[in-house]
């Protein structure tokens, strides 16, 4: 196969340190709702002034979870999974759990139509097809809440905790599942219904709690619940209040907790050689588009796979794929795949430390397109966290700031980390602790003003300072105050939206 030395060395958008960038982007979420009669029992007033179960208010919300997801994530997957149930339907026949489904899908799946409007009946079969009831009760070893978190583990196997994000999101009202029981039995369900959790957390699925709690009844979260999804000291006395206005705020905390900053990427950062420390970086603002579009099979309404073959022209038969060559002084030079990423590969580490200048160096203009939030992790290298630390605390009190080189071969360009303090604002953190990587423009990106003129020989013309006046006053007239764009959504984003229901 003859190559274009253009098609060669081009800055193509396949390069293979990308799959990981697409693929960490990934997400498996479990919602795991309470179905005991309290969930049903008690009522408060919604959103339409209208008294409201919380029960209705966490299928409310999944069902607005899911019809932004089918539109926005298309390639996450979730289920749904209820506990605390008469009927019992999961992979482990489990009593008191029953994973609502579809035909003709998994139950971790990607969020389909017949899914979402199934579930939109759900509070109207609900009691007939799956029932409630206590699956926690005194005089019985039965652990519904156990075996939930045991359903959701198992649903949860599926892919790599490396390429994909789990989470298991936890809707209830009850503070003390345990609560009926007492004594040992009491000691002994606890403990393994913590260590259910621990061994899910190994496995790198996090475990969030939504409390459905009543205005007239705050949720105490100290009673079990801070044990089980790890909830300790300035933690603790923050999550209460990060909660929101209990079940009027519903809708806006599953979105919030949904659109979680997601690890975009994992990258190696080279300080010095042989020492190298991993760190996640986070996409903080990112542009609203439509999503791409997917081809279905008009009859079975699948998504169809593209695939490509090579056939011989002369005899139709199958090609298999050759190794790529490029002439050069009357001979083939052969390639392989390995060899031409090799060839396009600039440097072996992700992002490499190049030096350190002052902040009064880099300039508001320097900063071209939005930054990325960069942050440790240990989850790879062991001890990322302390190095970062150290380089991030000696940035601050020296006043510097980092230049380091990001080597992709689609992209390669010097970038500027900035150490960011951590701000606190009436016990809440504002803005976390860690570095913005600021891409640096090139030298042809930072052009100076030029003035063109057709005719040499004629004067410029030149504003005079009445002029000048009259244009300041017009531009102060027509100055919006306390505008913000986040005041208007975007029309067109909008109109795609409402298309996507139908």
Known sequence: MDLDPDDIFKDDEDDPDNDLERASTKEFVVYLVDASPKMFSTTFQGEDQKDETPFHAAVSCISQSLKTQIINNSNDEVAICFFNTREKKNL???????????????????????????????????????????????????????????????????????????????????????????????????????QRAKDAQDLGISIELLPLSCPDEEFNVSAFYADLIGLEGDDLALFMPSVGDKLTDMKNQLRKRMFKKRVVRRITFSIVKGLSIELNTYALIRPTVPGTITWLDSITNLPLKTERSFICADTGALVQPTKRFHPYKNKNVKFTTEELSEVKRISTGHLRLLGFKPLSCLKDYHNLRPSTFVFPTDKEVVGSTCIFIALHRSMLRLKRFAVAFYGGSAHPQLVALVAQDEIIAGGVQVEPPGMHMIYLPYSDDIRHIEELHSDITVPTPRATDDQIKKATALMRRIDLKDFSVCQFANPDILCYLHLGQF
């Open 92 to 194: 482990q026949d489990l009593n008191g759990v029953f994973v609502f489904n579809v035909a003709e899908r998994e139950y971790l799946d990607r969020p389909t139509a017949r899914l979402i409007k199934e579930f939109d009946r759900i509070e109207e079969l609900f009691m007939k097809e799956i029932g409630s009831q206590y699956g926690i009760m005194s005089g019985s070893r039965e652990n519904s809440l156990y075996n939930a978190l045991w359903a959701a583990q198992a649903l949860l196997r599926k892919g790599s905790a490396k390429t994909a994000d789990k989470r298991i999101l936890l809707f209830t009202n009850e503070d003390d599942p345990f609560g009926s029981i007492t004594g040992a039995t009491k000691m002994d369900m606890t403990r393994t219904t913590l």
